[in-house]
Structure formats: structure tokens, C-alpha cells
């Protein structure tokens, strides 16, 4: 029989830490976001960026960027300000 009490506990602290982390990136004042690779496709947008960048979280989540095309859509944003 395989004891996987330790491996149980680590699983549960690692989704409090993944919760814990989600809570202040959507409280914070401004944005986080996380991409998947090589794609750079975000999946993780959070805190203040619909409100900083105008664009909401449907926008962008799931489609690719390239650093260029995201350079120039900032500087858009930014414009628009």
C-alpha cells in the first residue's frame, strides 16, 4: 500500500498558493499577465487591465502576441489615453 498523504498535502498547498496569488493580482492596482510559450498566448489576465489598457479580458486571452505586435498595440493604448 503507497502512503500519498505527502503528496496530498503538497497538492493542497500549491492550490492555496495558486488562490492566494490570484487574489492579489486581481486586487492589484495594476496589471499581471501570464503567457503560454512559445505561442506567447496569454491565459492569465488580472488586476487593473481593462481599465489600463481598455481592452477586456476576452480580448486577448488565448491569442497570440509577438513582442512587435505588442510593443505597437501598447503605444496604441497608450494614445488613447
Do not use: W
Not at 497538492?11 to 503567457?35: K, N
Not at 497570440?64 to 501598447?74: D, F, K, M, Q, S
Request: charged share 35%.
Amino acid at each position: 500500500m503507497l502512503d500519498c498523504t505527502a503528496r496530498k498535502e503538497t497538492e493542497q498547498a500549491l492550490q492555496r498558493s495558486e488562490e492566494t496569488f490570484r487574489l492579489y493580482a486581481e486586487l492589484a492596482s495594476d496589471y499581471v499577465y501570464e503567457v503560454d510559450l512559445p505561442e506567447l498566448a496569454p491565459n492569465v489576465v488580472a488586476g487593473s487591465f481593462e481599465r489600463t489598457t481598455g481592452m477586456t479580458r476576452h480580448d486577448i486571452i488565448r491569442k497570440p502576441v509577438t513582442p512587435a505586435g505588442l510593443g505597437r498595440r501598447v503605444r496604441e493604448l497608450l494614445d488613447r489615453r
